[in-house]
């Protein structure tokens, strides 16, 4: 079984920062493909960035795009997203998911990732 558990979330002002945390446990392999995805009271889940198994790729919704840093740490199967210059749309509960494959690609799509953690809230105050 494989467990993921994200942590990190809380309340900031605009313009500040947060780091979520997304800790994997259980039968992955630390070269799986990891993403980020946030869902907003009303809204559909919607993609945030992803990082490559292999960790040299990268991707990110344009609305994050220069804000928001993926990372990982394979020795600690952890994968880090930073969120800097945080905006009251930014709220959000953020999932952190995992594809089973191993050295799978960063991809946008959700069905693409097999599992899932239970999100932490992350809300921007104006």
């Known amino acids: 079984q494989v467990q993921l558990v994200e942590s990190g979330g809380g309340l900031v002002q605009a313009g500040g920062s947060l780091r979520l945390s997304c800790a994997a446990s259980g039968r992955i392999f630390r070269s799986n493909a990891m993403g980020w995805f946030r869902q907003a009271p009303g809204k559909d889940r919607e993609f945030v960035g992803a990082?490559?198994?292999?960790?040299?790729?990268?991707i990110y919704a344009d609305s994050v795009k220069g804000r928001f840093t993926i990372s990982r740490d394979n020795a600690k199967n952890t994968v880090y997203l930073q969120m800097n210059s945080l905006k009251p749309e930014d709220t959000a509960v953020y999932y952190c998911a995992a594809d089973r494959a191993p050295f799978g690609v960063a991809t946008t799509r959700a069905v693409d990732y097999d599992y899932w953690g239970q999100g932490t809230q992350v809300t921007v105050s104006s």
């Open positions: 990082i490559s198994g292999s960790g040299d790729n990268t």
